[in-house]
């Protein structure tokens, strides 16, 4: 069940259009082609790669998800990639409060490794194939959190842009 959100949640200037043009235009413009490059990449889970240290596919989707949350320019935003020995990295980002006035914290969360190839792919598809056809993406990764960190910090920048203050 989904919990009603307050009459006051979100300021009566927000503007629905402007914001749905951002996010359509950051998607379109920067997510799939981000996307897209993930997709290429077969970063599985250590659980279905013993040597995913040595293979550094899971390093090469933190490294390019990373360098996209930081070329953003965030105000305040820090960012952070969390290495623990025998782990996968961690990105971690805080895009600290813009509203004084409210000590709510908000987590979004996903992750960039992946589950290993399956059979059963129409022709033309593949699980490390990338493949965009009548407005959706194929690809492994893609539909399981791979757009999570784009998606989070895209919203997070559509509020700012138009002067949303954030918990």
Do not use: C
């Not at 379109?28 to 279905?48: G, H, M, Q, R, W």
């Not at 709510?104 to 190839?117: A, V, W």
């Amino acid at each position: 069940m989904n919990a009603r959100i307050p009459d006051d949640a979100l300021p009566p200037t927000l503007d629905p259009k402007a914001l749905q043009a951002f996010v359509d235009d950051k998607w379109d413009n920067e997510i799939i082609p981000a996307l897209t490059d993930y997709i290429a990449v077969p970063a599985k889970s250590p659980a279905f790669d013993a040597d995913w240290e040595k293979n550094a596919f899971i390093e090469r989707v933190v490294r390019d998800a990373a360098q996209w949350v930081e070329a953003q320019k965030v105000s305040g935003l820090t960012l952070e990639v969390v290495r623990l020995p025998g782990r996968t990295p961690v990105i971690f980002f805080d895009a600290p409060a813009t509203r004084s006035d409210n000590g709510d914290t908000i987590l979004l969360y996903g992750h960039l490794d992946k589950q290993p190839e399956f059979s059963g792919w129409r022709a033309g598809l593949g699980p490390w194939t990338p493949k965009l056809e009548d407005g959706k993406l194929y690809g492994r990764g893609g539909a399981d959190d791979g757009y999570a960190v784009y998606a989070s910090l895209t919203a997070i920048m559509a509020l700012d842009k138009q002067g949303v203050p954030r918990p």
